[in-house]
């Protein structure tokens, strides 16, 4: 990946849309300039500028994942950030934890044995929960993806994944709620 960065370029790398992209660009919000009438965007500046603009009150992050040690992968990422991280490991914990608390995120396996990802997608939405959900998966092209999708919308985030991708997918989104 260059270090210079275009606005396609920097949606795919931050997980956001290109609309929000050059919406952040045009309001000065994000380390930009043009090139005649196109932004670009330093890499380095970028990733700066994530890591000081993430640091606002801390988010509360939930995972809901039946493997631990994604559950583990998941807290080493986001602890570095100063998230604060609760996991469980299965659907049923997982929306009773959704229910109990304010999560800013969500972060859940699609594949679950007993109560699958789509499932408890759709008991958090009739639940009221406002969370953004975040669907992890190994099975882009599944049947259960294209389910959730039709829920609403969503992150989806391809499984294998390292420590880099899910902070830079967090630090996205709390972008992308604070400037909701």
Same mark, same amino acid.
């Given at each position: 990946m260059?270090? %210079?960065l275009t606005?396609? =370029?920097?949606?795919?790398?931050?997980k956001?849309?290109?609309? !929000? %992209?050059?919406?952040?660009?045009?309001?000065? =919000?994000?380390p930009? +300039?043009?090139?005649?009438?196109e932004?670009?965007?330093?890499k =380095?500046? #970028?990733?700066r500028?994530? /890591?000081?603009? $993430? &640091?606002?009150a801390?988010r509360?992050v939930?995972i809901i994942?039946?493997?631990? $040690?994604?559950?583990?992968?998941?807290?080493r990422a986001?602890d570095?950030k100063?998230f604060l991280?609760?996991s469980?490991?299965?659907?049923k914990?997982?929306i009773? $934890?959704?229910?109990q608390?304010?999560?800013?995120? %969500?972060?859940?396996?699609l594949?679950?044995?007993?109560?699958? &990802?789509v499932? #408890? +997608?759709g008991?958090?939405?009739?639940? &009221?929960?406002?969370?953004?959900? #975040?669907?992890? !998966?190994a099975?882009?092209?599944s049947?259960?993806l294209s389910? $959730?999708?039709?829920? &609403?919308?969503?992150t989806?985030?391809?499984?294998p +994944?390292?420590?880099? /991708? %899910?902070q830079?997918a967090v630090?996205s989104?709390v972008?992308?709620t604070?400037r909701a």
């Open positions: 260059s270090d %210079i606005a396609q =370029e920097l949606s795919t790398y931050l956001i849309t290109t609309t !929000t %992209i050059y919406k952040l660009a045009h309001q000065g =919000e994000i930009s +300039f043009k090139i005649g009438s932004w670009r965007f330093k =380095e500046l #970028v990733d500028w994530l /890591e000081n603009g $993430a &640091g606002h801390p509360k939930l994942d039946d493997e631990p $040690a994604l559950c583990e992968l998941y807290k986001l570095r100063k991280v609760d469980v490991h299965s659907g914990e997982g009773q $934890a959704a229910c608390n304010n999560y800013d995120f %969500i972060f859940l396996d594949r679950m044995p007993v109560m699958n &990802g499932e #408890v +997608f008991e958090l939405k009739k639940s &009221g929960i406002r969370s953004l959900v #975040v669907i992890v !998966t099975y882009p092209d049947d259960l389910e $959730a999708m039709k829920l &609403g919308p969503l989806v985030i391809l499984k +994944f390292d420590l880099n /991708e %899910i830079r630090e989104l972008l992308m604070s």
